[in-house]
């Protein structure tokens, strides 16, 4: 997620001068061609490519606005994670009670810590690459990862769940394939042991229970964003619509120009490559900018800040617990924070 005020130009043109060499090269080769070799048949009328234009800004503000929503839902998503966890924690300290103070509050700290391993294994699984995702396989992605690191890329889970669990339960969890799934099936466990011995009244373990189900609800929201990608034919059909439509502006261009030939002499001609090349880094741009705001997930620099937010939640729960050394709260590096 990008925090700053906006993007700047010289981060945004270097993202997108791919989209700007494209436009050059379809604007300059026709207007040589019609310049220098008489081509008059290159110039067409203005109007096909009005009405592509209106299709393709058409198409593009659909998709623009559905990913956005996808990204916004995300966002929902998380906050809901917030509040949950933060009410898991509340329900932890207050209704888990034992006459030995000690271990009160190991069994706190246990199911808490068990959380924090849930958060975890849950960002993990998020940031995981699909098929479907252009974060690696983008070259403008990939190069501008320069300016931002993705925290579960440079890490491993093992290293990051080590300090939440047991050994047993540690190794239980790495040997599973849904590892946030069996996380909260572990807490599960434990609070129905601990209504058995008496530690949690009935009342107060269906409370914590509805407490896991609504964390399961939210972890199944994540999962469906995640691995259902923005539908395909949608998709190609905004990307066939703005290329069709860079390739016959040049054209449209040249027709115009070439109107004005006589008023203004042959070299007007020659406006027509940067009139394109304008209008048509345009719509690419806005194709660019939906594909990056398709998989709010991926590692994108405008994705969900899912590290901070996990962050944030455990130094929350640390505090009710009473401890005194807490991890640092998650930077922004560039402006950009995940």
């Known amino acids: 997620m990008n925090i700053s005020s906006h993007y700047k130009l010289y981060h945004f043109l270097p993202w997108t001068r791919a989209k700007i060499y494209k436009m050059l090269l379809l604007s300059i080769i026709p207007t040589s061609l019609f310049y220098f070799l008489d081509w008059k048949w290159l110039a067409i009328p203005w109007v096909p490519v009005a009405l592509l234009g209106t299709a393709t800004a058409f198409i593009s503000g659909f998709k623009n606005t559905q990913t956005y929503n996808r990204m916004w839902e995300a966002r929902q998503i998380y906050g809901a994670i917030i509040n949950s966890s933060r009410s898991f924690g509340i329900l932890v300290k207050d209704f888990i009670r034992s006459e030995d103070k000690a271990i009160e509050k190991e069994m706190h700290q246990q199911i808490i810590y068990r959380h924090f391993a849930w958060l975890t294994a849950l960002r993990f699984q998020l940031r995981e690459t699909k098929s479907w995702e252009n974060i690696k396989t983008k070259s403008y992605n990939r190069e501008y990862l320069k300016y931002y690191k993705v925290p579960e890329w440079e890490s491993s889970l093992d290293e990051e769940l080590e300090p939440f669990l047991s050994q047993e339960e540690y190794l239980y969890i790495l040997s599973t394939k849904n590892r946030a799934t069996q996380m909260i099936a572990l807490q599960s466990s434990q609070l129905k042991n601990l209504n058995k011995e008496g530690k949690v009244s009935d009342y107060n373990y269906?409370?914590?229970e509805n407490q896991l189900?609504?964390?399961?609800?939210?972890?199944?929201?994540?999962?469906r964003i995640k691995n259902f990608p923005y539908p395909r034919q949608?998709?190609?059909?905004?990307?066939y619509f703005t290329n069709a439509l860079c390739f016959l502006l040049p054209l449209g261009f040249i027709g115009e120009f070439s109107k004005m030939t006589e008023k203004f002499g042959e070299n007007i001609i020659w406006l027509a490559i940067p009139f394109s090349v304008l209008l048509g880094w345009v719509f690419l741009v806005l194709e660019q900018i939906g594909e990056s705001t398709e998989n709010p997930f991926e590692g994108n620099a405008n994705d969900i800040p899912i590290t901070q937010i996990s962050r944030n939640i455990e130094i929350d729960l640390r505090e009710m617990l009473g401890e005194k050394d807490l991890p640092p709260v998650i930077a922004a590096q560039n402006n950009i924070v995940l």
């Open 206 to 208: 269906v409370a914590l």
């Open 213 to 223: 189900k609504e964390l399961y609800d939210q972890q199944g929201k994540c999962e």
């Open 234 to 239: 949608f998709s190609s059909i905004n990307l």
